[in-house]
């Protein structure tokens, strides 16, 4: 079946600092690849996607690229804010599979 | 205008009562779903309608019933309400095709069971 993992617990960092959230997943077929976010009492927003392999999404000053052969599509932003506090969920679909599946989000705190 | 809106945004209600969720989409989108946020943030989906047609059902109890009067909606009943039911209920819509089945979600709906 296709399904995702993210790495466990909160994250809680200072602002400016370098931020990772680790996500792996398991497909079959084709995969395309999505980080969601979702801010307090908001639903989710798709923040940044890839549908291929080696391709790099990017928004917001956030990254990940699709790499197939270590079936993985961590999240990367370079100095984070306040406001990028908030639960990033990785998720996946399979063209005709009519659902996400999404790992079980990670809740990131920016501390000033 | 808001591409998938779902009412009411908050729903308190007591254990035995019935409820409604109604859901619209305006992007013209073939399918739909109903997924379920709990107190530590897992998203299960529940359901997903294609062209009105439900295709996903995912052993959730029968007293929730989904129903598509058309394309552009999807409206979510739960009959029997139990404090269990307690969560956060998001519908969501998509195209499907190959390149382009990203999900966009409503706000979701709160609902407090007493």
């Known amino acids: 079946g296709n399904s995702v993992t993210q790495m466990e617990g909160p994250v809680t960092l200072s602002e400016e600092a370098f931020l990772t959230i680790n996500c792996t997943y398991t497909a079959t077929g084709y995969p395309s690849l999505f980080w969601y976010v979702q801010y307090p009492g908001e639903g989710l927003q798709l923040l940044l996607k890839?549908?291929?392999?080696?391709d790099k999404g990017s928004n917001k000053g956030f990254e990940a690229t699709y790499r197939k052969e270590t079936t993985s599509f961590h999240l990367e932003k370079g100095s984070v804010q306040v406001s990028d506090s908030a639960v990033y969920f990785c998720a996946l679909t399979v063209y005709g599979n009519n659902r996400l599946a999404f790992g079980k989000g990670n809740q990131v705190v920016v501390i000033p | 205008d808001t591409a998938v809106s779902q009412t009411p945004k908050y729903l308190v209600t007591q254990m035995g009562n019935d409820k409604s969720i109604k859901c619209e989409q305006n992007?013209?989108?073939?399918?739909m779903y109903w997924y379920k946020q709990d107190s530590k943030k897992f998203l299960k989906i529940m359901f997903s309608y294609n062209n009105k047609e439900l295709i996903i059902n995912e052993t959730v109890p029968n007293r929730f019933s989904p129903k598509s009067p058309d394309k552009a909606h999807l409206n979510l009943h739960i009959n029997s309400l139990e404090l269990g039911d307690s969560a956060v209920y998001f519908c969501?819509?998509?195209?499907?095709?190959?390149?382009?089945?990203?999900?966009?979600f409503g706000q979701g709906t709160r609902l407090t069971v007493v």
């Open positions: 969501a819509s998509s195209a499907q095709t190959a390149m382009n089945t990203e999900a966009f």
């Open positions: 890839a549908t291929k392999a080696d």
């Open positions: 992007l013209g989108h073939d399918t």
